[in-house]
Structure formats: C-alpha cells, structure tokens
C-alpha cells in the first residue's frame, strides 16, 4: 500500500481525468507512429497497396485478437480514473 498524496490539480477527479487524457493521447501516438511505419514498409516492399490496407475486414483469429487488444486499451485508458490498486490490478490484466 502507498502512501496517501494529495491532488496535484484542484481535485483527484482532476487528477484522475488528467491521467486518464494523458493514457489516452500516449496510446494513440504510439499506434498511429507503428500504423505509419508499417504501412509505409508494406507499401514500399509491394506486400499490399494501400486500397488492400483499407478495405481489410478483420475476421477469425486476428478479430479475436483485435477485440483482445481493445479490452486492454479500454482497461488502461479508463482504468486512470480508478484508485492506485485498481489501476494496477487492472493494467497487469492480459490482453
């Protein structure tokens, strides 16, 4: 157990949506930096266009895959609003 800190904003609810914002524009940064370089090495490497890219819809394993990997997104990025043991409980939880 930690120590108790107070709010570093006006409120812990500004703190928690503080983080919460802050998860939220770190993950998406850092998928659409990853989006931009592999399509930019599929496309360059003739592996597909980028109209092949689009107009891929998901199905079987990779769909499971997907909705795995948002569960998790979901978890980190809403999760910033739960107290310090649930936000961690919650983070170790696998995709």
């Not at 109209?51 to 569960?71: H, N, S, Y």
Request: glycine share 8%.
């Amino acid at each position: 157990m930690t120590a108790e800190v107070g709010p570093y904003l006006e409120s812990r609810r500004l703190d928690d949506l503080a983080r919460m914002v802050t998860e939220l524009a770190s993950e998406v940064w850092i998928q659409r930096d990853r989006a931009i370089v592999l399509e930019e090495l599929l496309i360059a490497g003739g592996v597909l266009t980028a109209e092949q890219l689009d107009e891929l819809v998901p199905g079987g394993e990779l769909r499971t895959r997907i909705a795995g990997e948002r569960a998790a997104f979901v978890r980190r990025v809403f999760g910033a609003i739960l107290d310090e043991d649930a936000r961690t409980a919650a983070a170790m939880q696998s995709p």
